[in-house]
């Protein structure tokens, strides 16, 4: 049901921007009011998570790891997964935002059997997920840049350059885009996965499945501009031009679905700053990632403690009950004859 809610929530966006923006003729409002006032959503409820996060205080080091802390010399330190300096985080968290270097490392429970046909539960690595999210979020990325060029007069050397690279395979006419296959593949497969794996499907809710949805629609209706409507490309640059330099006019002829395309990539900004996508800004700031692991080279006090309160170490703790426990058979570091 989540699912469905969330297809049915997309498809009423849909129809809004297409009788909006069609029948009732309110191209302005569709190019211009709606986002703009996306935009300034944005901007401010992402600038309102990143403030809120950053004042959250953390005065413990509590980094979650993937390898062998540093200790002894003659052991191995995982430098990368187990940082115990400043430059060894950046290098984590530069492999973390790059490469999804945790993701690298998942795996799945599965049911084995041994030799006598005993049942074993086993963890299996599971690298599709990994694969299917760098496909994701880098095409995403890559169409997001190569956007640039309509906001942009003239358009730099790098954005022409990143969109060179995209279409080199020179396919059809209009030229295939690599990212737009690769954009579909990555998030039909992040849909599958929670529409066929129990484990995730029954953990999924509305805010999993809309934004799939929502980057679906917005990724269908910008092939369904390029490839089948085959839009003008210069009335919507005069458009996007117009948006930003607040010179605001609608050409005429610019085909229906650019409104639609538009009233998605809106909705999905204004949606941003209070779903789960925040995760890009979010990862930065998470003590999880971005603190070295040195407990065990300097030791960290709670800022907080109240200083009337004296800590009781174990020491204390066994002088006061060492008769007691004693008598109940707990070890203890020293016996009632050594502390008399």
């Known amino acids: 049901m989540n699912a469905i809610f969330s297809l049915i929530l997309v498809l009423a966006l849909v129809v809004v921007a297409t009788l909006g923006a069609g029948a009732a003729k309110m191209q302005t409002i569709f190019a211009y009011c709606i986002p703009g006032t996306a935009f300034v959503i944005f901007l401010v409820g992402f600038t309102c998570k990143i403030i809120g996060w950053a004042k959250r205080p953390v005065p413990f080091r509590i980094p979650t790891t993937g390898g062998q802390q540093q200790s002894l010399d003659w052991i191995p330190q995982n430098k990368w997964d187990n940082p115990s300096t400043g430059p060894q985080t950046v290098m984590r968290m530069l492999l973390e935002v790059l490469a999804f270097r945790s993701l690298f490392r998942n795996t799945k429970v599965v049911l084995k059997h041994d030799d006598g046909k005993n049942p074993i539960v086993a963890y299996v690595s599971a690298k599709w997920l990994w694969l299917f999210a760098i496909l994701f979020h880098y095409s995403f990325l890559i169409i997001a840049v190569r956007h640039m060029r309509l906001f942009l007069q003239p358009v730099p050397f790098v954005i022409q350059a990143v969109d060179f690279g995209d279409s080199i395979l020179q396919i059809l006419t209009p030229t295939i885009y690599i990212t737009d296959v690769l954009l579909l593949t990555g998030v039909g497969f992040l849909l599958a996965r929670r529409f066929f794996d129990a484990k ?54 610019i085909d229906v679905s650019f409104y639609v395309h538009l009233f998605l990539v ?19 700031l998470s003590p999880t990632r971005n603190m070295p692991n040195d407990t065990r080279i300097h030791h960290h006090e709670n800022p907080w403690n109240n200083p009337a309160v004296k800590p009781h170490s174990y020491e204390a703790y066994e002088d006061d009950f060492r008769a007691p426990m004693h008598e109940a058979g707990l070890p203890l570091d020293k016996s009632p004859e050594e502390a008399a």
């Open 200 to 253: 995730v499907r029954y953990i999924s809710l509305v805010n999993d499945y809309f934004p799939l949805f929502l980057i679906l629609g917005i990724a269908l209706s910008g092939v369904y501009m390029r490839y089948i409507a085959k839009v003008d490309v210069m009335g919507i640059k005069d458009v996007v031009m117009g948006l930003v330099t607040f010179n605001f006019k609608v050409p005429a002829g």
């Open 266 to 284: 809106s909705s999905l900004l204004a949606y941003f700053p209070f779903s789960k996508l925040m995760h890009m800004g979010g990862v930065f």
